[in-house]
């Protein structure tokens, strides 16, 4: 719309910063900061409940568009957003994610400035551990131009086995259960206009170490040291070229590690170490197709090239080196069949079809290919249903086939001498693994009864098929080592000395589970008037969530190769829990909030098949833990008379790890607990207790 006083000007009367898809979920600046998170990573977390779960996180948005790298924009002080979209599953598509990823947009504010320090101490009630972290941030946002640089110091010391056994043996006081760290973290990043086009550049540069120790050798001290190093640079270039939207990044990453891990059996030790370098490029370019009586047909195709080179030593054998060039592309279609809005079958509601495809050219490798088919169906405004299928052959990383070798010593129970055995565990590549498929079938429906956000219920089917590829070294039972006999090494005692744990080959790995949750929220109806009374107030600011999903695995069978009988990791060697429920509930208003979580694992069976009357039988209980935190702001707490410069834009928070200091107990089936079962030897951390403060300036 022209205005009348200058016919050029163009009034905008979209919302800034506004996807191209309307959200499922939106909080405002008050909502977001009733949840008391010191970055937006960390808020990212606490919403998992209301976006998909903490095993998968979202694909991230900076005002409705694609950034390069959103490992910058999670440092941000959650004071730097306006809103934060959670948008629905359909959106993955219209940006060029991969289908089933979810999508949650960040507005940021268009100004605002700050330098924040941070401080935290962790310790375990038990005692014997402590860890300290110190982080320094500065941001600044003027328009579409913001800037980010940051500094994190992290430290945590030692834990030994005699801080855990009073009455140990002195060969306890020069062993730990956990090793000793240190850290540090480097980020930089920043984002600007240039031209018609968004430029950004972000880099970042980490280094960490580790020591644990392993007992002496005479007058020598064993010990495992582990050290890494890494850095990377990337840059974006993105906007509209015609009718085109583009985006251009490029990046490089180089990492190294260092390993040493002594023994009794290794008088010099043995070293392993290696350095990688990535190089990336990729294009993804986004136009409207066709607009249709529904809405527009959009498409996205990416085209995206990787070359890596990793360089590898394991003790003094000869430097490994391997390379690979890969080559990746996607054609992606978003296309609306009907929409309520629309005259033409506006009874259906609104219908869309999300189609994916692509595939990837490594060098050595054949072409592996990759689709996805969705379909979203909203028939009501309250309620939206997904079904998709999508295939893809994986390409495997140069990490897993070529990484150096690489022992540690690590504590687990051994079923056959029913005893806690030190062993030592070997990772590292394995060139003997093949690649293999995947097909994924998903199923979801959420209901919102009332039209809002008071209550969402969601259901969500998945069943995946894997043929081929690889999956993780089983846990040890007595039908993994029949079938690794070769990988497992005991003495003449048959005492446990080694195990190769690098990833293995399967024939076929089969999951199939359904989740169910229900999200509820709860909020006061805004600032009330000043000359209301300050418990008034704060209420009309605050807000409750609550979350409570159940996961129930239906079936989880692993087949290693053809002629052996399956693994099920619900009923034999796999010790999965068939039903698992996550609670998580928040309550915050202005300067004061407090949140609980808690998980809880049904019961296990893990069944010796060598003894069919079940007497070599491990029960695993129920078990639950709680997780409780409690954050305040003084200076919004006080009355305008009693503020004090020190106390403002302040935050404290209190967590507590393992509310209940519960574990999960294992029991034989005559109700005794078998030897290495105990608290220790389980989870000797246990309950921890960590005190956060944040002051921004």
Not at 291 to 320: C, H, K, Q, W, Y
């Amino acid at each position: 719309m022209a205005c009348d006083t200058d016919p050029a000007e163009i009034v905008v009367t979209a919302r800034r910063g506004e996807a191209l898809v309307e959200p499922e979920t939106l909080l405002d600046e008050a909502r977001i900061g009733a949840y008391g998170a010191f970055t937006i990573g960390e808020l990212i977390r606490d919403l998992a409940p209301l976006i998909d779960g903490p095993d998968k996180p979202p694909a991230l948005l900076v005002n409705g568009k694609r950034v390069g790298n959103a490992s910058g924009i999670e440092g941000f002080p959650p004071e730097a957003l306006d809103r934060l979209a959670i948008l629905p599953t359909e959106a993955a598509a219209r940006y060029g994610y991969p289908a089933e990823q979810r999508v949650v947009n960040l507005i940021l504010k268009p100004r605002f400035a700050s330098w924040t320090l941070g401080g935290e101490l962790t310790l375990p009630t038990a005692g014997g551990r402590d860890a300290e972290m110190l982080s320094a941030n500065r941001v600044a946002i003027d328009g579409s131009t913001y800037w980010n640089a940051g500094v994190r110091l992290a430290r945590a010391s030692r834990l030994l086995r005699s801080e855990r056994s009073p009455l140990s043996g002195e060969d306890d006081r020069y062993k730990s259960l956990f090793p000793s760290t240190r850290g540090i973290d480097l980020t930089a990043g920043i984002t600007h206009p240039i031209g018609d086009f968004t430029g950004s550049l972000n880099l970042g540069a980490a280094t960490n170490v580790s020591r644990g120790l392993l007992g002496t050798d005479g007058n020598r001290l064993l010990q495992d040291r582990q050290a890494s190093s890494s850095f990377n640079l990337s840059a974006t270039l993105g906007g509209r070229v015609g009718d085109f939207q583009t985006s251009l990044s490029a990046s490089y990453a180089r990492g190294s590690t260092e390993n040493l891990f002594e023994d009794r059996a290794s008088p010099t030790g043995r070293r392993s170490s290696s350095k990688s370098d990535t190089w990336n490029a990729q294009l993804l370019v986004s136009r409207t197709v066709v607009a249709l009586p529904a809405g527009p047909l959009t498409s996205n195709v990416t085209i995206g090239g990787d070359r890596s080179v990793l360089r590898s030593r394991s003790g003094e054998g000869p430097l490994s080196l391997f390379r690979r060039n890969q080559l990746t592309t996607q054609l992606s279609f978003a296309i609306p069949v009907t929409s309520r809005d629309a005259p033409f079958a506006g009874a259906v509601g609104n219908l869309s079809v999300d189609l994916v495809g692509g595939f990837d050219i490594a060098s050595d490798e054949k072409h592996r290919l990759r689709y996805t088919a969705g379909l979203n169906w909203s028939p009501v405004p309250a309620l939206d249903l997904r079904a998709s299928l999508s295939f893809s052959e994986m390409v495997l990383s140069a990490e897993l086939l070529n990484a150096p070798r690489t022992e540690t010593t690590m504590r687990l129970y051994d079923y056959l001498r029913q005893e806690t055995a030190e062993t030592v565990w070997i990772f590292g590549g394995n060139p003997d693994l093949r690649s293999g498929s995947q097909r994924l079938l998903s199923l979801r429906a959420t209901l919102r009864p009332f039209g809002s956000q008071l209550a969402t219920f969601t259901t969500d089917y998945q069943r995946q098929v894997g043929r081929g590829g690889i999956a993780p070294f089983p846990q040890l039972g007595p039908s993994v080592e029949r079938i690794f006999a070769g990988r497992i090494v005991r003495d003449a005692a048959r005492r446990l000395v080694s195990i190769d744990a690098r990833s293995i080959s399967i024939e076929r790995d089969l999951t199939s589970q359904l989740s169910n949750s229900v999200a509820l929220f709860f909020a006061g109806k805004g600032r009330a008037a000043d000359s209301g009374g300050p418990k008034a107030r704060r209420w009309d600011d605050g807000q409750i969530t609550l979350s409570l999903r159940h996961n129930w695995q239906l079936r989880s069978e692993l087949l290693i190769a053809p002629g052996l009988p399956p693994l099920d990791r619900l009923r034999g060697d796999g010790g999965q829990s068939r039903h698992t429920l996550a609670l998580q509930a928040n309550a915050g208003w202005r300067g004061l909030g407090a949140n609980i979580s808690g998980n809880w694992q049904s019961a296990v069976r893990i069944r010796d098949v060598t003894r069919p009357d079940g007497q070599g039988d491990f029960l695993y209980p129920a078990t639950t833990q709680f997780h409780f935190g409690l954050f305040v702001e003084p200076e919004r707490l006080l009355p305008a008379s009693s503020k004090m410069a020190l106390l403002s834009k302040l935050r404290i928070s209190l967590d507590i790890r393992n509310l209940s200091n519960s574990y999960r107990r294992v029991l034989l089936p005559d109700g005794t607990r078998p030897a290495g079962f105990r608290r220790k030897d389980i989870d000797p951390l246990g309950r921890t207790i960590q005190i956060s403060v944040q002051k921004q300036f």
